[in-house]
């Protein structure tokens, strides 16, 4: 017999019951997911502004979620974002996930009770996977260039406030600049006839203009017979003029006597020595001269020093490594220094620098503009009076500054300066006229680089700057320097600059921090650095018959060292003080100053 292909209802029953039994869970599993999302949702409406890129599982939330509350910031102890508790954000139909969270589906918990609805309260106790309690506030906490929300003196090395601690400002030690010399040399020649009397040292009066002041010239030697055609003597040399006379005296002050000779020429014409025994009254011609030197570290020639400003003293050119840092950010600054016994005669000098630098890219491009004054050797000087001295305005900088590296504990950042002539050009008169004038034109061209390693509380720094000049400095001279009222001036050259470089080194120390910063004082770091100039050729060379221009030095090498500290003030920490002293390791011209005491300040928004 075959066995019927009809079920039983035993077999049918059983079955119906397995396909109800699965259609329920679905339906519960179904539920429980939609209201679990709806929850999560909900709960986490409670949470103001965008969720960060990817929230690590375990991050403590007051470093890793900066959203509040709207009661107020949230806390330690406050409960975390429900969403925290899952690898993943549980999504209701129609929403999105936030940026940086997967949206793949998870279980939800599911309660014995399917008619109980899930409460909104987070769990008192946390499991292994619930993200641990934050850290207190005073907490220290490790910098890191690559975090920019942390709090100050925690890990920001961005463009705020935060990132001095981190990456405080090499102080510096520049001069700025601007000395140079020229020398030249004055001849005032004085000439004509005089009548001889008496032998055989005779005295002279002048026929013209004439007058009662004999003798007016007195011989001095044997004599010579230059003729040469007897044994008569026919040259003498001349004493300098003394009053009472009717000869030209010095012309003026810093001019000395360079000697003179009168000759027997029996006549009002001709210069040269004649044959002859010369008898009383008759003619000789007469010629001396007067000298003036003037320029150069030896000055004006009448004992003194006198130095020679070019264009813009201790303010023509920039350092971009005083008051400097490679982080980017946004700061308003001011160095204050004080310059004592200047090289080359220059006397004390203060020099001042405002500027500003502003973010452009964040984290990765600022600009910032510095202009200098100083209160020293005037670029205008009279060499018939003493040394002037003026407030002089500087040349301007701007300076583009980039990051090419930034680690959790170093930086590499590269630059470009361009500094342009706004300084007074040099002029120099004596009695009303003028003598020399060099005109400001040069551009510098200021390439930097720098990199910055911190290790704990320390922080070590390296700097290199090339100064270019991309063009010179056009100079005019008189053309008639013995009688500059009869001159005009002339370009005779165009002067530039040498070529520098500079090279820096500082060491910072954090010596001092605040757990929690406030109006006052919140941390002191110390500075010690060592700093190197450098020309990279010889000094340029202006010359023209007897003037000379050129630099105060042909070469130098200047090294110096600064000991100071930034003391940091305000809540967010936003004003920086740093007094500071520069001293010089090398002598001779290397040594522009006996020591610089500098004062930099710091604002930072």
Not at 98 to 109: A, I, K, L, T, V
Not at 111 to 137: F, I, L, R, Y
Not at 336 to 351: E, P, Q
């Amino acid at each position: 017999m075959m066995p019927s292909s009809r079920m039983s209802p035993s077999v049918v029953q059983r079955r119906l019951r397995l396909l109800a039994s699965i259609g329920l869970g679905i339906a519960f599993s179904a539920g429980g997911s939609v209201v679990e999302r709806s929850r999560l949702a909900a709960a986490d409406a409670h949470w103001n502004g965008a969720c960060p890129p990817t929230i690590p599982q375990h991050c403590p939330p007051s470093d890793c979620n900066p959203h509040v509350y709207p009661h107020g910031p949230m806390s330690p102890s406050a409960p975390v974002p429900p969403s925290w508790y899952h690898d993943s954000i549980p999504l209701s139909p129609g929403m999105s996930a936030p940026m940086g969270q997967p949206s793949q589906p998870f279980d939800p918990p599911v309660t014995d009770d399917p008619s109980e609805t899930p409460s909104d309260e987070v769990p008192p106790a946390q499991s292994e996977n619930d993200p641990p309690a934050a850290a207190p506030d005073d907490t220290p906490a490790t910098n890191n260039f690559d975090n920019i929300n942390a709090s100050d003196f925690q890990s920001s090395f961005a463009s705020t406030q935060s990132s001095f601690s981190a990456a405080p400002t090499v102080i510096g030690d520049f001069a700025g600049g601007g000395f140079a010399q020229f020398n030249t040399t004055i001849r005032v020649i004085s000439s004509g006839y005089a009548a001889g009397f008496g032998s055989p040292n005779p005295t002279f009066d002048l026929i013209a203009p004439g007058g009662s002041n004999f003798p007016d010239l007195i011989s001095v030697g044997p004599g010579f017979d230059v003729a040469g055609n007897d044994s008569f003597i026919d040259t003498y040399d001349l004493a300098e003029p003394l009053p009472p006379t009717d000869a030209p005296l010095a012309p003026g002050p810093g001019f000395t006597y360079d000697g003179g000779t009168i000759v027997y020429t029996n006549g009002s014409t001709g210069t040269d020595a004649v044959a002859g025994d010369p008898l009383d009254g008759d003619l000789w011609y007469y010629n001396y001269v007067y000298t003036r030197s003037l320029g150069g570290i030896g000055g004006g020639g009448d004992g003194e020093l006198r130095p020679v400003p070019s264009p813009g003293v201790s303010v023509r050119r920039v350092k971009i490594s005083e008051n400097y840092s490679p982080e980017i950010r946004d700061r308003a600054f001011f160095n204050y220094s004080f310059f004592n016994d200047f090289v080359g005669g220059l006397g004390d000098i203060s020099r001042f620098v405002v500027g500003m630098e502003r973010v452009v890219v964040e984290d990765l491009f600022s600009m910032e503009v510095r202009l200098p004054v100083a209160a020293t050797y005037g670029s205008r000087q009279s060499l018939n009076d003493a040394e002037a001295r003026d407030m002089e305005v500087g040349n301007v900088a701007f300076i583009g500054k980039a990051s090419l590296f930034r680690g959790n504990d170093f930086m590499w950042v590269g630059g470009l300066g361009v500094s342009i002539p706004t300084a007074d050009d040099t002029e120099i008169t004596m009695d009303g006229f003028d003598l020399v004038n060099i005109e400001n034109k040069t551009v510098q061209i200021q390439p930097f680089t720098s990199v910055l390693k911190r290790w704990g509380d320390w922080t070590a720094q390296a700097y290199m700057q090339l100064d270019l000049a991309a063009n010179g400095d056009p100079v005019h001279v008189n053309n008639n320097l013995n009688d500059p009222g009869l001159g005009t001036l002339e370009q005779v050259g165009v002067f530039t600059d040498s070529n520098l470089m500079h090279l820096d080194f500082s060491l910072h120390c954090l010596l001092y921090q605040r757990a929690q910063s406030d109006n006052g004082l919140n941390a002191v770091i110390s500075n010690a650095e060592l700093h190197y100039t450098t020309t990279l050729q010889d000094a340029d060379l202006i010359t023209q018959n007897t003037f000379d221009y050129t630099a105060l030095q042909n070469n130098f090498d200047i090294v110096n060292t600064t000991l100071g500290a930034h003391f940091v003030f305000g809540k967010k920490n936003d004003f920086i003080v740093t007094p500071a002293m520069a001293i010089p390791l090398r002598d001779g011209f290397d040594k522009q100053f006996d020591y610089e005491a500098l004062v930099q300040v710091n604002y930072l928004h």
